[in-house]
Every structure is written in structure tokens, then in C-alpha cells.
């Protein structure tokens, strides 16, 4: 397969290789790969916004030229380079299963969402940065993978509050020449365009790569000239539209992605559907079944047996139902082509007891034979609700039909770099390449309280920093009120006790508890000796009004001088913020309805980097919260409104335990009793949630499996047009 491939035309010969290092995010969580673009130029790395490939189109070739005579420079590059393409050498072969390397991929991977790096905005939330970690660990553990998504060349929303604190969208265009990005060519080197099968009329892809280190992710793009401008905005942006536009992304995201790997010429054994948008892909490996000669429920049983489906969510709005009259314009060809009727093909999609609609989630229960939710609780919460589809009441745990694994985070993506240096000082050799080794972990014992309470402090003002230097961007580029520029952090204090809360703004997160009782809330804020501060951030779906009005409610009282500047809310929150926000708060704070929050990572990235999580009972926390490493609270069943339960018992905790803990510090000037904390907190979150432990879950429990059921016949091959 040929890409094109940025091509560096100002790179000089002896440094070539940076334009490969910056084609292959690799660079992304290898920390001297991104040193080395920072050495090359320091503030233009600063102005890409850490984006190796914007930032060496904009050097001039002069700067170029005196970098590959630095001898210094010259010799790290070497250094990197070398590790990036021994890492690159490795063939892929399955963990558990047997050492014999594969030239193809055996699994491929659907998901809408990859969030991989704030240079590609293709996620919104939780399910596109589990989705970017699982490629990233699959690479690092040698998968052999294949991945399929949307390029979105709008993203998801860019936000912006205005004056009143209403969240406004505002356009932002990919530039998809300076990403780490490449066109897929056909045969004759020219851009690739498949026409997606089954739906008339047509709808063209163009196809994307980005290479997450040896794992090839293909991008579909309908925003090209062959396609008329309803079809060309498909892709335009996440979640966005409605229903039909909606069901018309699935359609090429599932369809169109499993014809882009069989034009590709990518041979793969087992399909792994991550949430149910992508799971027409499956229509087309029913087809081949059926065209093969098998009936129905044979065509149906050889699918299920080579296909890995993990539901994300018990929130009904994650779960996509189309109405019938819909699935019938697009698919009323296909049915028939098959020789399958009407009914039996929208039984495949029905929701027993939930009578009119599609159901995409139990359309792919339906179709997997390996199932799961993300944490042990979802599992059971999963097991609940679908339980309708088999009747199987009374089962045992081990028999359910949805197993549980625990979502976990890509470790060398989420650990601070300065944190690593700390940790590559006490832990054993080579540790981050075992880290899904518990014991490993124990050495953190060793490390001096002031060394890691000083590293934490440092990366504290440096989120501090970047706070602060946003909101006096705003004050001194766009003038805009004061009150916003305080509203965005421009008073916050890096000796106060600092809460951090960001994620999606969806309603059942509940942004706004901790204001239950204002009154209360304000005492901790204002207390002259030892003082509260919070940092929200978020964006709430564009179409979810009640999430706006929460957002608002929360920017306003960020406005508000009786909050004394301690709330401060970060507009467009996404990767790049994240990494700072959760690497440099002092407590991670998580309050959801339960069981709303299925699993939950973020809180895992903020107890990898020390900060411990104060948070309700729900999703990751119920099997992470281990009594010494954070706050628990609200875990019990409650009726109805829990508002203010859950409230009172998060202001207590606050009160007799968050805050006492962290100003005993009368001795050194260091709360010795928090670094403790912070210690367990790292110790408990390194190996077990790590996305290391669960894609060897998968590989265990599904993907050896699945791979060794006999494999489907392979379809008469019939010379397609381009690879
Ligand atoms: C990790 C992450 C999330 C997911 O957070 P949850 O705890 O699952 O809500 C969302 N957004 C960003 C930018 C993240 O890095």
C-alpha cells in the first residue's frame, strides 16, 4: 500500500529521519522523540503546539541546515532514531498465543472515536481515549491490529463561553497537511477513492492513515469532490446531525470500513467492534456467508464466533436506535439481495420490550460471541439490562453473557515525563517496559517525601502557568471582560488546595453537586488559613441544553466576586489541557449518578501522576478505591434524588479529611500524611488499570480464542480495483 506521506523537502539529508519520526505518533508518547523536536527549536515547537509535523514545515531550511551540523543534536537524533526503528523492526505476533509472527493483521478494530493526540480531534470523550490508548499498548505489546475510524475534519466542538457563560461552538478546520497524516494511494499513486457497497446512491471515501506506531489506523473521509455536499458533510464533524445523518456515519464507518480493508487487500480474522456505531461492518461478513451458501442462522453463528464487541455505557443516550422506516430506505436492497425478508432481518436490531427501533447495541450483542463491559460493575449493570435477549435469570457470574474488563490507561502517554525521570530513579531498570508488574511499584516506597512532593508542586505551577497565561491572552488579544479573565483561573493560587473536575458535560456527571450548599462551599473556599480552590472544564454535546445550563451555572458563579476568584472554569477542554490538568492538580474529583459512570479513565491519569481521587463509589473506583489511596463516598443504593446525600457526604470528607490532611504540614513545609497518600495513590493505579493489563485481558479472554475457532471461508476472490 502506498501513502502519501508529508514530504520535509527542507530537511537535509543527514536529519531526513525527522520527517519519519514526525510521521508515526510514536513521537507521542516517547518523551525524548518530543525533546528532541523542543531541542531542534523551542519556540516553534511551542507554536505547532507540540505538532512535530506543523512545526518542521515551518523551519527555515538555514535553521535545518545548522541542526544537522550540531554535533550535540546529531547525536540524539541518531539515538532516537534508532530506537524508533528497532521498535518499528518488531513483527507482530499475538501475546498467549504463540510467537509466530504475522504478516497480516488478524483483528481489526472499529471505533468512531480515536483520541490519540490534540493534533487529531477525533474524539469527544472517555470512549475515544480508551479507544487511542488500546491502539497505542496494542502497538507496544504487538497486536497484530488494524484500526478503522473518521476523519473528522471539524472535530467535535471548539468551545467557547461567551460573557454570559453560554458554550458556544466555533469552527475549526483540520489542516490535514500539517498532521501526522497520510493519503492512502491506489495502484497508479493516486488517491484512493472506495465506493461504499449496498447503499444507493453512492457515497465515495477518501482513506487516511495514521500510523500509531505499528498499528495502521485508517481514516474514512467523505469531504471530496465525488461525493454531493449532503454526502461530503458525513464526516464533517463527531455526533453530529441528525438521526438519518447520524445513521448514514454508521453506514460508512461500518460498511465503508470493511470495504476499505478488503480493497486494501488487509486479510483480517476477527472483528472488534469498540461501542455499537460501527457494527454494519458486520453485514458484509453475514453476506459472504450467505453467498457462500450458508442459511441465515449459520451465517449469523460464523460471524459471531470471530467477533469481539465491548459496550461503554448504561446511558440510554449512548445507544443508538434508528427507526425502523429509516433502516429500511438504506438497507431495503440489501435484505433482498440476500434473499432475507423484512422481519428477519429487523429482528436482528430489536429491543425486546422497547418495541420500535434498531437497536445498534443489541444488534451487535446479537452478532459477538466475546462480550464485554468496561468495569466489573458495568458487567453486572450490562448483564441487566440486556438480559432481555437471552432469559437467562439466575445465572452465575461466570456465566453471564457480557464479561467484565476493567478499562485501563496508556501509561507512557499519561505519566508526566518529569514524573518518569523521578520514577526511572527509584524504581527498577527498565520498570515502565514491566509496568503492568504490581511489584515494580513498590519501590515508590523509597522515593524521598520532598522529592516527590517537590515534583508535584512544580508540575502544579506549571498548569498554574498555562492557566494564567490563557487567560491574560484573552484579556490583552480580545478584551474581554474582567470578570472572565478571573472566571478563566487568573486568580488562582498555587499554595491552595486545588480540586480538579473535567470531563463531558453530560447531566448524570453532575458538574454542579459540590454547590449543593453554597453557603458551605463558600466557608471552605474563603477559610484564610486553609483555603479551597476548584478548576472545572468541559464541553457539553451541542444538542444537550440541560448540559449547557450547568456549564453556565458554573461560569457564572466563576464570575461571581463572592467566590472570591477560586472557581475558575478552562474553556476547550481536551488532550493537551488534560495532560496538564491531571498531571498538576492536588485531588481529582468524580461525582456521578450511580452506575451511570461505566468505568471512568481520567481519575486513573490523575492517581498514575500522585493525585489522589475523591470520588463516588461508581465505575473504576468501586475495584481502585483501596482505602489509603483517595476518598470514597455515596456508594450505597439510594432512592430517587440523591443530591443532597451525596453532597453532604462530599462536603464531610472535604471538611474533617481532604483539607486537614493537606495543611499538616507544620514540620517542613510538607504534608507528610499527603505524600503518603499520593504514594498509595500511584502504587494502586500503575499496574492494574494500566491499558498494558487490559489488552492482555482481551488477548486472554477473547482475541486467543476468537482466533482459533476455524476461520471463515475465505471469499472467492474477485480482482478489486486498487490496493
Ligand atoms: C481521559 C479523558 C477523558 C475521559 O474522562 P472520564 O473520566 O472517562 O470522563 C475525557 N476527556 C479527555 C480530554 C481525557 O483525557
Excluded at 142 to 165: K, L, T
Excluded at 451 to 467: A, D, G, P, R
Aim: glycine residues 8%.
Amino acid at each position: 500500500m502506498q501513502v502519501l506521506n508529508n514530504t520535509f523537502t527542507n530537511l537535509p539529508e543527514r536529519i531526513a529521519g525527522l520527517g519519519e519520526l514526525a510521521e508515526n505518533l510514536w513521537w507521542s508518547w516517547h518523551p525524548a522523540a518530543r525533546m528532541l523536536f523542543k531541542t531542534l527549536h523551542r519556540r516553534r515547537w511551542k507554536e505547532s503546539i507540540h505538532n512535530p509535523d506543523k512545526m518542521l514545515r515551518s523551519m527555515p531550511a538555514d535553521l535545518l541546515q545548522a541542526a544537522s551540523r550540531d554535533a550535540d543534536f546529531v547525536a540524539y537524533y541518531d539515538e532516537v532514531l534508532a530506537d524508533f526503528r528497532d521498535y518499528m523492526a518488531v513483527k507482530a505476533c499475538l501475546p498467549l498465543h504463540d510467537d509466530t509472527p504475522r504478516n497480516s493483521p488478524a483483528i481489526a478494530y472499529f471505533s468512531a472515536e480515536y483520541g490519540l493526540h490534540h493534533s487529531l480531534p477525533f474524539y469527544a470523550g472517555g470512549l475515544g481515549f480508551l479507544a487511542g490508548d488500546y491502539l497505542k499498548e496494542c502497538s507496544d505489546l504487538n497486536i497484530p491490529m488494524v484500526a478503522v475510524g473518521f476523519m473528522y475534519p471539524e472535530g467535535y466542538v471548539s468551545q467557547r463561553v461567551s460573557a454570559d457563560g453560554w458554550q458556544e461552538s466555533v469552527q475549526v478546520q483540520l489542516d490535514r497537511d500539517a498532521a501526522s497524516i497520510g493519503r492512502v494511494l491506489d495502484r497508479d499513486g493516486r488517491p484512493l477513492v472506495v465506493p461504499i457497497p449496498i447503499i444507493e446512491p453512492t457515497i465515495y471515501v477518501a482513506v487516511w492513515r495514521v500510523s500509531v506506531g505499528r498499528v495502521p489506523l485508517f481514516l474514512l473521509d467523505t469531504d471530496i469532490k465525488e461525493n454531493d455536499p449532503w454526502n461530503r458533510g458525513i464526516s464533517a464533524r463527531l455526533y453530529a446531525g441528525d438521526q438519518e445523518q447520524r445513521l448514514r456515519q454508521e453506514i460508512v464507518l461500518g460498511i465503508g470500513g470493511a470495504e476499505v480493508l478488503q480493497v486494501l487487500g488487509i486479510e483480517h480474522a476477527v472483528v472488534h467492534l469498540n461501542e455499537g456505531h460501527a457494527a454494519f461492518s458486520l453485514l458484509e461478513r453475514i453476506r459472504d456467508r450467505i453467498l457462500e451458501g450458508f442459511g441465515l442462522e449459520e451465517a449469523l453463528q460464523r460471524v459471531r464466533e470471530k467477533t469481539v464487541f465491548t459496550t461503554h455505557t448504561p446511558v440510554p443516550a449512548g445507544h443508538d436506535i434508528f427507526p425502523f422506516a429509516l433502516i429500511e430506505k438504506y438497507f431495503s436492497g440489501f435484505w433482498e439481495s440476500l434473499g432475507l425478508d423484512r422481519q428477519s432481518f429487523l429482528a436482528l436490531g430489536a429491543d425486546p420490550g422497547n418495541g420500535d427501533g434498531f437497536n445498534m447495541t443489541t444488534f451487535a450483542l446479537r452478532l459477538s460471541r466475546f462480550k464485554n463491559g468496561v468495569s466489573r460493575r458495568h458487567g453486572q449493570v450490562a448483564n441487566q439490562m440486556w438480559r432481555k435477549l437471552w432469559n437467562n435469570e439466575g445465572e452465575t457470574e461466570a456465566e453471564a453473557p457480557i464479561k467484565a474488563i476493567t478499562n485501563g490507561v496508556h501509561v507512557p502517554t499519561w505519566i508526566e515525563p518529569k514524573m518518569e525521570l523521578l520514577l526511572n530513579r527509584y524504581l527498577p531498570q527498565g520498570w515502565l517496559a514491566d509496568h503492568d508488574v504490581r511489584s515494580i511499584w513498590d519501590k515508590i516506597d523509597e522515593i524521598p517525601d520532598q522529592e516527590l512532593w517537590e515534583t508535584h508542586v512544580w508540575l502544579k505551577i506549571k498548569l498554574f502557568n498555562v492557566i494564567v497565561e490563557r487567560a491574560r491572552q484573552r484579556w490583552s488579544q480580545e478584551q474581554v471582560n474582567p470578570s472572565m479573565v478571573i472566571a478563566g483561573g487568573a486568580m488562582l493560587d498555587s499554595s491552595v488546595l486545588t480540586l480538579g473536575f473535567a470531563r463531558r458535560f453530560a447531566t448524570y456527571k453532575r458538574a454542579d453537586l459540590i454547590f449543593h450548599d453554597i453557603d458551605r462551599l463558600k466557608a471552605m473556599l474563603k477559610d484564610p488559613w486553609r483555603p479551597l480552590q476548584i478548576i472545572f472544564a468541559g464541553k457539553a454535546h451541542p444538542d444537550d441544553h440541560p448540559g449547557k445550563m450547568v456549564l453556565q451555572k458554573i461560569v457564572n458563579i466563576a464570575k461571581d466576586p463572592d467566590y472570591a476568584g477560586r472557581i475558575a472554569f478552562v474553556e476547550d477542554y481536551g488532550e493537551q489541557f488534560a495532560q496538564y490538568l491531571v498531571h498538576g492538580v492536588d485531588v481529582w474529583l468524580n461525582n456521578p449518578i450511580p452506575p451511570m459512570e461505566a468505568c471512568g479513565t481520567s481519575g486513573m491519569k490523575a492517581s498514575l501522576n500522585g493525585v489522589p481521587n475523591l470520588s463516588i463509589l461508581d465505575g473504576w473506583w468501586l475495584e481502585g478505591f483501596g482505602g489509603d489511596n483517595g476518598w470514597a463516598f455515596g456508594g450505597e443504593a439510594l432512592e430517587g434524588d440523591r443530591t443532597a446525600a451525596d453532597a453532604e457526604a462530599l462536603y464531610r470528607l472535604l471538611e474533617e479529611e481532604v483539607i486537614p490532611l493537606y495543611y499538616d504540614n507544620a514540620e517542613s513545609g510538607m504534608p507528610g500524611g499527603w505524600v503518603r497518600m499520593m504514594k498509595q495513590a500511584m502504587q494502586q493505579t500503575g499496574a492494574h488499570f494500566s491499558a498494558r493489563r487490559m489488552v492482555k485481558e482481551y488477548a486472554a479472554l477473547f482475541y486467543r480464542q476468537a482466533l482459533e475457532r476455524p476461520c471463515p471461508q475465505k471469499k472467492a476472490t474477485t480482482e478489486r480495483s486498487s490496493s
